[in-house]
């Protein structure tokens, strides 16, 4: 079991606070008697939701507001220890489709951040939010933090970006940055909205509405999926430490399973839902990444953590955190 | 000596068209009989000067306005084979001081004309000027194309996720993309009203006007120049490749000298100036890349172009340029 009292006092900035991986982070802090402000556009594009926060709602300072807004930021930057920069756009999907808002989120936001904190607070820790799409074609097994990025999408390549500014601003200004690069997040509090991420979420919420479930081609694919709270602890584990300068760690179950089987455990765990398979659209072969195999051995060796959640357990908790609350996140 | 007859008649659009490289590729075009246009905002920042192309301004057609701007480009897009994208912010010392200036010319612009492309004209054929700094520290030796990108300035990132637009677009979209990473490029119709990029037509400049040369440390670093009018050929040649698909192609002379070197033989053969040695300045160091030694096997083989131009030449014929239109320049 990780040791999460540092965070005690600790005041915390979580941008993109209440979209999922945010506010799961939110939610762990809470209880470590972190002082928590959260930053959030709720863009309805993104998976920003108050119903995230619900529960602390009385325990952390929400900004609603644009993070890239300096003077919105300048005065929270300040009094800040640590920030975990969770906004963003988050669909692959999208960015090709609004390449100028991608790259403005995606690498104005952060590169921002880091300009105001060298300005401002040169000392605050910043672990930022990656995604195994900075990759691209997987080339070698298993992935570790040095595999070559040659990214399909312009997500991959903004994000790419992003891990580039964080490095260069420990090497340069020497400020404490991190990078935590996740495979498949999935679980309590991601949006349901669409199918752009986040499968196992949206296939559960198909199976329980009584529609089918299709797969691309035969699924056998293989993605490592990570549990909400697992990537929580991650981020905390990664933000104890405080001599990272811009390293990279991945973050996943160290588990593959492929694709299909994922969708087969949700239609078993659930007792619902009906699988389909399709063809792969044209569009979708050429963006395909290939099998992902993730090493995690640097973040066990660096910080301890490891995933605890199985994907049945996963989805069973995912299940039952939306069940009572679906119609807020539809 | 290389062929670029097919050229002829061939309508090349140049950004940057007015600037050092772009001049020079333009230069080498009118010999060829192609139908050039040239894009150029004529930023005083930056080297954009109409006395670069003087000699050839009747033979081609320029439009001083911002590559960025659609509504300018997309008739231009529409009209062109093949495109040299030499706009930019082309220092990597400014980039720190005009973040997001820097962002803007470097992603938001190369991005914006794969866009143009692919919504006009698909078939056209796009070759992006990139640089060593994409690198940064140098880890092995030579350097190959497949070398580590761990850039240590905001235009390195940048120019970083130019190039992987670049091959995004030629892997996901099938266009016709190739990039061209430069080592450090010098010689006739380049700026020389500052030292911030670059440095042998600075150091032409302070020994013609009998001013001293400073280099920080000893000035053993290695370095690769290579003169403009080989740098114009190696485009030509790299634009004649109807197959790349985001391939990059180291482009230098293939031959490292020190620092010093450089320096010196600048006043062997103007037989003016001084060199002092003075220490690195703090915070030069941290950003310094360490000794290039630039692999040109890759484009030697594909193309069959090699520099031609030795460092003592270069710098004769550079002066011999500069001494009748100096203040044109200054």
Known sequence: MLDFEAYRERRVLITGGLGFIGSNIAQKLVQYGASITIVDSLDPLYGGNPANVAEIRDRITVHVGDYRDPSLMKPI????????????????????????????????GPLQLLELCREQNPRARIIFASSRLVLGKVVSQPIREDHPTEPLSLYGVHKLAGEKYHRLYAAVYGMNTAIV??????????????NKYSLPGWFMRLAQEGKPIQIFGNGQQLRDYIYATDVADAF?????????????????????????EMAETIVRVLKKGKIEYVPWPADYERIETGDVNFSVKKILKSTGWRASVSLEEGIERMDNYFAPRLRLYI
């Open 181 to 194: 690069r996740l495979t498949n997040p999935y679980g309590e509090r991601q949006q349901l909205k669409h």
């Open 236 to 260: 905390l584990a990664v933000g104890q430490l405080t001599s990272t300068r811009g390293e990279v760690f991945n973050c996943g179950s160290g588990r593959s399973i492929p694709f299909a």
């Open 77 to 108: 930057i300040r009094d800040t220890d640590i920030i975990f920069n969770l906004a963003a756009q988050v669909s692959y999907i999208d960015s090709s489709r609004i390449p100028f808002s991608d790259l403005d989120l995606n690498c104005k």
